[in-house]
């Protein structure tokens, strides 16, 4: 750790921050949740009510996790629900600025991004999408709900057309889209314990550009950065970075969130947990590093 001069001085988290991505040889980002949170994009208050106030009255959901995770009684409800889930939270996702003074402040670096979000936060903030790895779908993609074939498809339109024609939380039959292949009904591309996802080749050429970038960064001062990653699925982000960070003695691991989980003993010598708000710490590491030039 002795190669990391900037946690020596620096106790300001933002601060911090900005010298410890300034000093990386490599950073790997993993995003997840609490990322497109503190950049407004919640799954719940008005975002939640003012979208779905249908939806909370007949089942009483508490947030749109609980709603996007539903086991809805039919197709037309599942796709009233999803077309309308998947325009707020894809098709007209605003660019977050947090994303954007992430983006500003790595893409000068050797850097690769893992996601376990959906949404639409690296395209609208601009990222280079070959640098960005979806690992748990996108919101925007549909696959066969039999699993047939992996292949993912995308119609815009067609979301579109189901949020505008939709009636009583539900859409006309007609507008339940189907495989092409066995003509079962398409679902959202997403990863579930059950069945796991669809992996198309585009996804599979994502996961060989990310391990490619682990593999070429396995020694030197990697900073695992880690946001807004919480406990639901460890075993994508969280645990292989705690793993790439103990067989590295330069990496250093960063989670950024306000919420602490517990870090093994082994890892924490090379930890430097933020606890501070998400969007704050990273606007203000971004104007540090443009004052630093
Ligand atoms: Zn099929």
Redesign the pocket.
């Known amino acids: 750790m002795e190669n990391w001069d900037t946690l020596k001085s620096e106790k300001d988290e933002s601060r911090l921050l900005a010298g410890m991505i300034d000093e990386a040889d490599a950073v790997v980002v993993g995003i997840g949740a609490g990322m497109s949170a503190a950049d407004g994009f919640t799954y719940t208050g008005k975002r939640f009510t003012e979208n779905f106030p249908d939806f909370i009255g007949k089942y009483k959901w508490f947030d749109m996790l609980q709603a996007s995770l539903f086991d809805f009684p039919t197709r037309t409800e599942y796709w009233a629900f999803q077309s309308r889930f998947v325009e707020l939270n894809y098709l007209d996702q605003p660019a977050g600025d947090g994303y954007i003074a992430l983006r500003k402040m790595i893409e000068d670096k050797d850097y690769h991004v893992i996601t376990t979000n959906a949404d639409n936060a690296f395209y609208a903030a601009d990222y280079d999408m070959d640098k960005v790895f979806y690992y748990q779908g996108e919101y925007a993609l549909w696959q066969?709900?039999?699993?047939?074939?992996q292949q993912t498809y995308r119609h815009d339109d067609q979301i579109r057309e189901m949020v505008r024609v939709q009636k009583d939380m539900e859409i006309p039959p007609e507008l339940i889209p189907r495989?092409?292949?066995?003509?079962?009904p398409?679902e959202i591309n997403k990863r579930t314990a059950e069945k796991g996802m669809v992996e198309d080749a585009a996804f599979e050429a994502d996961r060989e550009q990310y391990e490619a970038f682990l593999e070429a960064h396995k020694s030197g001062k990697v900073l695992y950065l880690e946001i807004g990653v919480g406990y639901t699925t460890p075993q994508y982000i969280k645990h292989p970075f705690w793993r790439m960070t103990r067989q590295n003695k330069d990496a250093l691991y960063v989670p950024m969130n306000q919420k602490t989980y517990r870090i093994p003993e082994a890892v924490r010598p090379q930890t430097v947990a933020l606890t501070g708000d998400i969007r704050e710490n990273i606007l203000n590491a971004h104007k540090t590093l443009t004052y630093k030039g």
Do not use: Y
């Not at 066969?144 to 074939?149: E, K, L």
């Not at 495989?179 to 079962?184: M, Y």
């Open positions: 066969c709900s039999a699993f047939c074939h495989c092409p292949e066995c003509d079962a398409m």
